[in-house]
């Protein structure tokens, strides 16, 4: 479970986050939807505990980000935009190692891991191949395999389709999908509406670093006339945005 | 915290020797260029030591070629075997730029009446200052004079019975007490500020790669949202970085190693062999434990200036400077000797780790010297890790964009 409370960011005199509150339930997958610069990353870095908020506080699995940050990082796995910041220089086996040993993984644990996401992954004919050899989509799944390598509780995913292919793009939602139905809370940023009914079983509209609706998307439409997402989302942001 | 820090600076060794540009600036270019310079180097200087000392070829003008001039070349010949008379010159400028003499020589008409009658002669010496192998040769010529006339002197004092010995009431009776050779100097001049730089700069690719290349990559952000603190993450670049600034430093002394199996004139520029060292073991642990501190310094800061820096350009930017920095106090120091090293040389980052070294290939025993440098040695460690530490903190230096 993750749980914003009044979770605020400024740099210098701009508020990037402002007191967001809500909560993620375990099992769910939830959408932070917002246009560029609405504040959707700075909130994933403060749960990821690589920012440090201004004011209020997060709690991920029982653990909360200020206090308690290495404790946090140890329940989440992260991704950060379409790229899938491997090391190049390394095989996939040796990225996916390294995360696994840096979580406090013991070396039989990685192993094991590693052979059954390689088999999920279909990773196996690349597995000890360098990831700067590899297609955009082959060095995807290697970064999933390594976000989920000690078995997170939560996913973070901040725009994880971001330039991508169809079938790329299909496999990481089938991946999300995936992580649901094992009880893991998948917490995503998207700018794609189409992926954000596709997959999200509640939502959360941000602009300027406020939360502006939230809900599933149904109750959200319910509310405002049963616009379609994307009107819905033009409306409550494009508003504000002309005000 | 430790189980964490070996993890980052194993994977940071690994991931590094891998890449085939830093491996090759850091370790294999010292190895193969070191030693082709020193010899180049080297070889030249000798080469301009010979041309000075050795085959003075000498001819007469035109003008002045009498027998009794010719004679007199020969005998200066006879008395110096590095005196090679040529034939009369027309044109000293061009026989002397197209290398057929060094010195042309112009001597008074009848010169040899004069000497024979120990009266003053005009010897006329014509030389290309320009020239080193010209301009150089003059002093040696000189030298060849000065005893003729020494010779002359003592004969005519002799006819006149008088001792020569009035010649020279003051005797120099010289002793050398330096503790290290002259053919170390060059050596003392060029070890130190080569440990110096190399300690300081390579360190520098591996510096760019390891925060601002991982940046620029992309790979910097997952790697801080795992389980381990910044401050072993960061400790476990700092190694890094160290491990790769003293491999430079290895790579390049086994390339002057090299240098010296090849050619052993080569580290003393043709003034004979190096050696005669004699320091203290205890002085040279503390000199090369500075040397270790000063190397921590500067990843240190390398560390701190690839955290500041956005991208793998901006940092190469920035540590092209200081580069610069390192350069100044190492230069300043060059031309100084052991014992000119004064007490405020002993603290200066850069000099005190020269100084040190300096002290060791003079064979001079100075422990508060060392002392003080390795205690400023520490400071400058302290403070360049806490400034890398509280970068490696700050968000807005390590999300900067």
């Known amino acids: 479970m993750i749980e914003l409370k009044n979770l605020s960011k400024k740099f210098g005199n701009i508020t990037a986050v402002d007191s967001l509150s809500f909560t993620v339930e375990k099992g769910e997958i939830f959408g932070l939807i917002g246009e560029n610069g609405a504040g959707k990353t700075t909130t994933l ?12 506080t997060a709690v991920l699995s029982g653990h909360d980000i200020v206090k308690e940050p290495e404790k946090v990082r140890g329940k989440v796995g992260i991704l950060f935009g379409g790229e899938s910041g491997l090391y190049d220089r390394l095989t996939v086996a040796e990225n996916i190692r390294y995360f696994g040993e840096l979580n406090d993984m013991s070396i039989d644990e990685i192993d094991r891991r590693t052979k059954m996401l390689a088999d999920i992954f279909d990773m196996n004919d690349f597995l ?27 996913l973070l995913l901040d725009e994880p389709t971001s330039g991508l292919d169809v079938s790329a793009i299909r496999e990481v939602q089938n991946f999300i999908l995936e992580q649901k139905k094992q009880g893991k809370t998948v917490l995503f940023s998207s700018h ?30 319910q509310s405002n006339e049963n616009l379609s997402l994307e009107e819905l989302f033009v409306r409550l942001v494009g508003d504000k945005h002309d005000a | 915290m430790l189980k964490h820090i070996w993890i980052v600076f194993k994977k940071e060794l690994k991931d590094i020797l891998r890449d085939r540009k830093t491996l090759f600036s850091s370790i294999v270019i010292p190895v193969l260029i070191i030693p082709v310079l020193m010899l180049i180097v080297g070889g030249s200087t000798q080469k ?36 090679i008379v040529a034939d009369p010159v027309d044109d000293p400028w061009q026989a002397i730029n197209e290398k057929k003499v060094k010195l042309v020589i112009e001597l008074e008409d009848g010169f040899e009446e004069k000497l024979k009658n120990y009266e003053p002669v005009k010897l006329k010496l014509i030389y ?48 050398n007490i330096a503790r290290t050779k002259d053919s170390n100097q060059f050596l003392m001049m060029m070890l130190p500020l080569f440990i110096a730089i190399l300690v300081a700069v390579g360190g520098i690719p591996a510096a760019t790669d390891l925060v601002a290349g991982e940046k620029e990559r992309m790979t910097l952000e997952p790697l801080l949202t795992t389980r381990p603190s910044r401050m072993s993450i960061l400790v476990g670049k700092y190694l890094t970085i160290n491990v790769f600034s003293f491999a430079s430093v290895i790579s390049t002394l086994t390339g002057m190693v090299i240098a010296y199996a090849v050619n052993p004139a080569t580290l003393s520029l043709g003034r004979g062999n190096i050696g005669g060292f004699s320091a203290e073991p205890a002085a040279l642990i503390l000199s090369l434990f500075i040397t270790l501190l000063m190397g921590m310094s500067f990843s240190g800061i390398q560390l701190a200036i690839s955290t500041y820096a956005r991208s793998f350009k901006e940092c190469q930017t920035y540590l092209s400077l200081l580069v610069f920095a390192v350069m100044i106090p190492a230069y300043s ?37 060392l002392a003080m440098a390795t205690v400023s040695s520490v400071v400058y460690v302290i403070i360049s890790l806490y400034l890398a530490a509280w970068m490696f903190r700050k968000e807005q230096f390590m999300f900067r964009s």
């Open chain 2, 333 to 369: 120091t060059m031309f100084t000797m052991p014992n000119d090293i004064q007490p405020y040389m002993f603290v200066i980052p850069v000099m005190n780790t020269i100084s040190a070294f300096k002290l060791i290939l003079g064979g001079i025993t100075n422990y508060t010297g």
């Open chain 1, 128 to 154: 000890n191949k360098r990831a700067g050899k590899l297609s955009k989509g082959m060095r995807q799944k290697a970064a999933f395999a390594r976000a989920i390598i000690h078995d997170p509780d939560i």
């Open chain 2, 48 to 83: 301009m030591t010979q041309e000075m000392y050795e085959d003075i070829t000498v001819a007469l003008t035109k003008n002045s070629d009498t027998e009794s001039a010719r004679n007199f070349l020969n005998n200066l010949a006879a008395m110096d075997e590095n005196i």
């Open chain 2, 128 to 175: 290309d200052n320009s020239l080193t192998r010209s301009g150089g040769a003059v002093g040696t010529f000189e030298a060849i004079i000065d005893r003729l006339n020494t010779a002359l002197a003592v004969e005519r004092l002799n006819d006149l019975g008088i001792s020569p010995d009035i010649l020279s009431f003051v005797r120099v009776e010289r002793q």
């Open chain 1, 192 to 221: 794609t509406m189409s992926e954000i009914e596709k997959l999200c079983d509640r939502i959360a509209i941000i602009h300027k670093g406020k939360l502006v609706a939230l809900g599933t998307i149904d109750e959200i439409r």
């Open chain 1, 45 to 56: 870095r403060m749960l990821a505990t690589m920012l440090a908020p201004t004011s209020g």
